[in-house]
């Protein structure tokens, strides 16, 4: 067990609906980073939260966003969904900006 | 731009004995960390061992070890012992530690099957 949790584990929606994917991280880590893992992509670093702020933005989708609040737990938003929406999303934390990331156990959502 | 480079998509290994995992990755910048993540089949990304790019000795962890040869850009991977909990989809991992962005780059994956 890493320390970081996720929630859901499992997501299954309609295209074009909205889901909210809830992460919290380990505990005295300040930074959050979320990645998408799908078959053909791999995984992919969508973006790095830090003590509340947005620090790094890799390939999200504007469809795509996310926030860390005051207690650091974080959560991205996904909206219009569309069918390769589907895939499994991480969350990862670390102590610092940088550093070593421990992920947590994924959500997974298919999108139908 | 960082990549990260595994050639060896599949691989298998009979119970106790030793595999090794290549990974080669391409940076201009010196200063870095490179980490080893399993991920069995319940998809769970584990951390195995980490390197930092200032370091000359080679990182372990019980039975794991790396090679790291910073000039060659390379940053193999050798499970000794092999467990067939060791059966997993193996990341070769990147990060920079200098300014800029912080994600990392991870390689396409090397699956390793332990033969019982």
């Known amino acids: 067990d890493s320390g970081v949790t996720q929630t859901p584990k499992h997501l299954i929606t309609a295209t074009g609906q909205r889901v909210t994917l809830r992460c919290s991280p380990r505990s005295g880590d300040l930074s959050v980073y979320w990645y998408q893992q799908s078959l053909d992509q791999g995984l992919q670093f969508l973006i790095q939260?830090?003590?509340?702020?947005?620090?790094a933005k890799g390939n999200i989708l504007e469809r795509f966003s996310a926030q860390q609040f005051p207690d650091l737990h974080s959560e991205l938003n996904l909206s219009s969904l569309e069918l390769g929406d589907s895939a499994l999303y991480f969350c990862?934390?670390?102590?610092?900006?940088?550093?070593?990331?421990?992920f947590g156990p994924g959500t997974r959502l298919l999108v139908l | 731009a960082q990549t990260v480079t595994q050639s060896q998509p599949e691989m298998s290994v009979q119970e106790a004995e030793t595999v090794t995992l290549s990974c080669t990755y391409d940076?201009?910048?010196?200063?870095?960390?490179l980490f080893w993540y399993k991920q069995p089949p319940s998809r769970q990304m584990i951390l195995v061992i980490r390197q930092e790019a200032y370091k000359q000795q080679n990182a372990t962890e019980n039975r794991f070890s790396v090679n790291f040869q910073k000039a060659a850009k390379s940053f193999s991977l050798k499970i000794s012992d092999s467990q067939l909990g060791d059966t997993a989809m193996y990341f070769c991992a990147f990060i920079l530690t200098g300014a800029g962005s912080y994600q990392l780059t991870f390689g396409k994956g090397t699956k390793l099957s332990v033969i019982p």
């Open positions: 939260y830090y003590n509340g702020e947005e620090r």
């Open positions: 990862a934390s670390s102590v610092g900006v940088y550093g070593t990331q421990y």
């Open positions: 940076t201009s910048e010196n200063n870095y960390y």
